[in-house]
């Protein structure tokens, strides 16, 4: 494993990080709880000491199953948690609310579902542009300074939402969309992070399983998963991802003797990303994460990576259809 010190902030954590969106088990299908607790103890056993979650993941159950996951562990001094606050839910609907008045209350209900006194890395989830940015920002610098939250980020922010943002609040986290499907993040995101000291937690490295190295066309989604109605599990749209990704293996073979999914998470972590997200909800799921730490990519890699996604990917789609309502 590789760790990252995090700047101005007295965190240092792993490079690879556990998502545990599946483990809530809603929009994926559903999930088991002791599948999800046995994956969190996997990835600490491997090395990894970062648990992103969210209380609208299950709507309270990742959250609750991260904090019994801990107080199973032990070590709580070993291991970060970050959440996320200002998604609003009802009847299975969500909508955005960033209003000082909910972080305010969401904060309390995550510490108690997570048993924890502190969070280490509180995300505004997604933008919402009913509340000023700056309201946002001095409610969540409130926090730090109380000592509830011991740093603050946002996710899928654009660089103009991070400026307003940073003006009023010590930002150090910015966690948007990455990985080698979607690579929107570069343009702007990206320069913008590194011009101003904060650091990515990219999440979606493994493309919601594309880039797993074990999907293929007979692959079925069940119940709510998300995967349903994600346009590039659409096809004829997905044979292209099935294809690139095909290529990408046998590039990654050929030159490194890896499998995809290490290549894949290399790859997002050799862009300058401090912190790439990884989501699972069964342990075995976690054995490759020794795969990615003994190579580095070159020019060559990049080059050969650029080349087979315009080969393969002729319609290319971002994952836009995840933003919750305006
Ligand atoms: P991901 O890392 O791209 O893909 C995760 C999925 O890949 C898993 O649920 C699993 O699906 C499959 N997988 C994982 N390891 C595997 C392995 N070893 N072999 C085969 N398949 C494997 O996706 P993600 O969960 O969407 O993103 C990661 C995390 O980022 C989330 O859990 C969450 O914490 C965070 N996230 C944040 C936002 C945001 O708005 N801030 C949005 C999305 C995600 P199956 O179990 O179905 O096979």
Not at 198 to 227: H, I, K, Q
Not at 260 to 279: N, S, T
Not at 302 to 320: C, S
Request: negative net charge; aromatic residues 10%.
């Amino acid at each position: 494993m590789e760790y990252v010190h995090i700047p101005d902030t007295d965190l240092t954590v792993s490079r690879v990080a556990l998502g545990t969106w599946a483990i809530g088990g809603w929009m994926w299908g559903g999930s088991d709880e002791r599948e999800g607790i046995a994956t969190i103890h996997a990835a600490l056993d491997a090395g990894v000491t970062l648990i992103d979650t969210a209380p609208v993941y299950g709507f309270g159950r990742s959250e609750e199953i991260v904090g019994k996951a801990l107080k199973e562990y032990g070590r709580r001094d070993k291991v970060r948690i970050s959440t996320k606050v200002a998604l609003a839910w009802k009847d299975g609907q969500v909508s955005r609310d960033a209003s000082p008045a909910r972080i305010e209350a969401e904060v309390e209900d995550s510490l108690r579902r997570l048993g924890v006194e502190t969070i280490d890395i509180y995300f505004v989830h997604w933008p919402d542009g009913k509340v000023p940015f700056e309201e946002t920002a001095a409610a969540l610098e409130r926090l730090r300074l109380s000592g509830k939250v011991r740093c603050v980020g946002v996710s899928n922010y654009d660089p103009a939402q991070m400026e307003a943002f940073r003006g009023r609040g010590r930002l150090s986290f910015c966690q948007p969309p990455y990985n080698l499907f979607e690579r929107d993040m570069e343009t702007a995101i990206l320069p913008y992070c590194k011009r101003h000291g904060v650091a990515l937690m990219t999440y979606g490295a493994l493309c919601r399983g594309l880039l797993s190295g074990t999907m293929g066309p007979d692959r079925e989604f069940t119940g709510d998963d998300l995967r349903r109605f994600d346009p590039k599990f659409a096809m004829p749209r997905f044979g292209q991802y099935l294809g690139a990704a095909e290529a990408l293996a046998a590039w990654a073979r050929q030159r490194h003797g890896k499998e995809l999914l290490p290549f894949a998470v290399r790859w997002v972590l050799d862009q300058g990303v401090e912190v790439a997200l990884w989501g699972g909800r069964r342990p075995a799921q976690m054995a490759p994460i020794g795969d990615i730490f003994d190579f580095a990519l070159t020019a060559a890699d990049f080059e050969a990576v650029n080349r087979i996604l315009a080969e393969h990917v002729t319609d290319p789609v971002g994952p836009q259809f995840m933003a919750p309502p305006e």
